[in-house]
């Protein structure tokens, strides 16, 4: 069975027909087992709260995207506290630091990543982590507020102890979404007790960077993800992401790996209904 980490069904840019249009494929995929509805900033935290709420095989994740970083508003913390509370929201997220597009003055990301961590932290809640062109900023923050905290580790399903592995830290309920920088990046995060999402990049010919992810990082640790409708994997690169596809990329990070396509299937869906606590 195949578990999408991290998708967009509440993309806002869906008219209402594609969005009922996606749901349907994704009820109607026998391979499909759950998927969680990433919130981007508040509209998208309350629908796939919704989402979540509606269809028993998905479940979501509610924060401010660093892209909205710029004119969040305490009133907004609020709601997403709110919103944490509900019925199948499971995490918090995603948030983080975007320096490449810049869509925010940095201060403001750097100060609301802070305050959603902490908002994380309170609520003993996962955290989904986007970070773009900011690896040791990213990093540095979660250290600094405390995300790989002994004490927050205790609130979290313990990861499969690997053989020269031992120095990674039990899990600590952080995940670097849509992972983009290096094995070494990816390792340090995994010793922290942070877990790696793996998306459909990993197909393309020239990505040598996420390939040597998965190589070198155990499935053990990675979770497969769509980030849908972004980032469609190949074959169906250039077209609008479906969670229907994270197959494609499962199927990549299998022959990287050296293992059956079952089991990468079966090892990142338990990671990820481990992860989210489901």
């Keep these: 069975m195949l578990f999408d980490a991290h998708t967009h069904l509440n993309e806002e840019d869906f008219t209402d027909e594609e969005r009922t249009e996606r749901i349907r494929e ?3 995929d026998p391979q499909l087992e759950g998927v969680v509805d990433i919130g981007c900033d508040v509209p998208s935290s309350v629908m796939a709260a919704r989402h979540a709420a509606a269809y028993p095989w998905c479940f979501a994740a509610v924060g401010v995207h660093p892209h909205a970083a710029g004119t969040m508003t305490e009133e907004d913390l609020k709601e997403i506290r709110r919103l944490a509370g509900l019925p199948g929201v499971c995490a918090i997220g995603e ?3 975007d320096y490449h597009y810049d869509n925010a003055p940095r201060e403001a990301q750097q100060a609301w990543f802070r305050r959603q961590i902490a908002l994380a932290l309170e609520l003993e809640m996962p955290i989904v982590i986007h970070s773009r062109e900011a690896d040791r ?3 540095d923050i979660l250290i600094e507020e405390g995300a790989f905290s002994e004490e927050r580790r205790e609130h979290f399903a313990p990861r499969t102890v690997l053989a020269g592995w031992e120095a990674a830290a039990p899990s600590a309920g952080v995940v670097i979404h849509c992972f983009s920088g290096s094995a070494e990046l990816a390792a340090e995060y995994v010793r922290l007790g942070a877990d790696i999402g793996i998306a459909g990049p990993v197909t393309y010919k020239n990505n040598k960077k996420t390939i040597r992810v998965v190589e070198q990082i155990p499935p053990a640790f990675l979770m497969a993800e769509t980030d849908a409708p972004y980032l469609a994997p190949e074959p169906r690169r250039g077209r609008p992401n479906k969670s229907a596809f994270v197959g494609y990329t499962v199927k990549k990070m299998a022959a990287v790996a050296g293992i059956s396509f079952e089991e990468m ?7 990820a209904k481990r992860f989210y606590r489901l």
């Design 95 to 97: 948030i983080g630091l």
């Design 265 to 271: 299937a079966s090892v990142t869906a338990a990671n």
């Design 137 to 139: 900023q990213t990093m």
């Design 26 to 28: 994704i009820e109607e």
